[in-house]
């Protein structure tokens, strides 16, 4: 318990401590702001990526959190709703990329049982995929005199080590009528490589590292036009506050002009600091 006793100098260090600790934030000190307008990310085949993208040379104040990249031995990887994926393209311009799993990554067996899904607020199916189905778990069936096409085999378990990849709408494969499977996982695969896929079964591991189409929208495009506007130099994000600021120079741009633009931060680091 603090005493009533307490000195004048007490006081005034109690209070800035506190006062410090109100501002408390994932932003450095502002000096250093301005890297995001100078510094791009590259790996590997992936290169010169600026806003909303960060990672490698851009800190992840410098954009949205799911846009957060990291370059693993020269392979750039993305996290969407708790599946990591291999960046294998972007497109910039139509805001499109390629993405493969990275469970599933010259390996057909996996013990993610998570769907590939994107809930569309940054990340939707893009065009040129096909679904595709694969089941682990599956019990040995003796219902069939020689092994189907689409059986593979995965440790998984125990004696459950029977996999099915399907493919199309069900039952267009109807395997699972005989297989009785623990889980499912569904992953997009590209148009022609599934049609590749359909003459030969064998192909599974080549087709999952081709990945499939994904289309990306920034929620924050419209904050980030309002802040090149008003003039604003950069655009990036304040993982504490979870919300977009704006960067002028190496500071944030002065909450006078913030105020004036819905939607930016009013309070907190924005303001608070100077
Ligand atoms: C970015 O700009 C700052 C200041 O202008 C400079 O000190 C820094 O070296 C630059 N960084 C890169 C990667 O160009
Ligand atoms: C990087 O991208 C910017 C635009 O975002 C473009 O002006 C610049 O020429 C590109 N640099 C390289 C090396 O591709
Ligand atoms: C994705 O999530 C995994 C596990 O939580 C983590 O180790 C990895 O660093 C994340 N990758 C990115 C790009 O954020
Ligand atoms: C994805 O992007 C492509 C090319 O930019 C576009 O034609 C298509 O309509 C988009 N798909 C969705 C689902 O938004
Ligand atoms: C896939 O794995 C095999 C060995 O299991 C390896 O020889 C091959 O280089 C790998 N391919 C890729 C593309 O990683
Ligand atoms: C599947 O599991 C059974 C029982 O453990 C084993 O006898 C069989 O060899 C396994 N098959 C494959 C292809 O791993
Ligand atoms: C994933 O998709 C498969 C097939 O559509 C479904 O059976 C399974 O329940 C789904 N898994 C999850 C975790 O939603
Ligand atoms: C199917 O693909 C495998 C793996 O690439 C290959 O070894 C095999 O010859 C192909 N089979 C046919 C019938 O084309
Ligand atoms: C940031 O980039 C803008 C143009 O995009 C430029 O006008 C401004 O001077 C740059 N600021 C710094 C600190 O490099």
Redesign the pocket.
């Known amino acids: 318990m603090l005493s009533l006793s307490l000195s004048s100098p007490t006081i005034i260090i109690f209070s800035i401590f506190i006062v410090s600790l109100h501002h408390t934030t994932s932003l450095p000190s502002h000096a250093s702001l301005s890297i995001c307008n100078n510094t791009t990310f590259n790996c590997g085949t992936i290169t010169n990526l600026s806003y909303p993208f960060t990672g490698g040379d851009r800190p992840s104040f410098c954009g949205p959190p799911q846009f957060h990249l990291n370059c693993q031995n020269g392979v750039p990887e993305l996290n969407i709703s708790s599946v990591s994926y291999r960046v294998l393209q972007i497109n910039s311009a139509t805001h499109s990329l390629t993405l493969a799993r990275l469970d599933l990554w010259n390996d057909t067996c996996t013990h993610h049982y998570i769907n590939s899904t994107f809930d569309g607020t940054s990340y939707s199916y893009g065009l040129g995929n096909r679904k595709l189905i694969l089941y682990y778990g599956c019990k040995?069936t003796s219902v069939f005199t020689e092994d189907p096409h689409n059986l593979f085999?995965?440790?998984c378990n125990?004696?459950?080590?029977?996999s099915y990849c399907l493919i199309g709408p069900f039952p267009l494969d109807p395997i699972l009528i005989f297989a009785e499977c623990d889980e499912g996982v569904e992953v997009p695969i590209l148009e022609e490589q599934a049609n590749k896929f359909v003459g030969n079964r064998s192909l599974l591991r080549e087709v999952l590292m081709k990945g499939f189409n994904v289309n990306y929208s920034n929620p924050f495009d419209d904050d980030c036009l309002e802040c090149i506007g008003s003039g604003g130099h950069q655009c990036g994000f304040d993982y504490d506050v979870d919300k977009p600021i704006c960067i002028c120079g190496n500071e944030l741009c002065p909450s006078s002009e913030l105020g004036k633009v819905p939607g930016w931060q009013g309070g907190g680091s924005a303001t608070g600091t100077t």
């Open positions: 040995p085999h995965c440790d125990g004696y459950k080590n029977n």
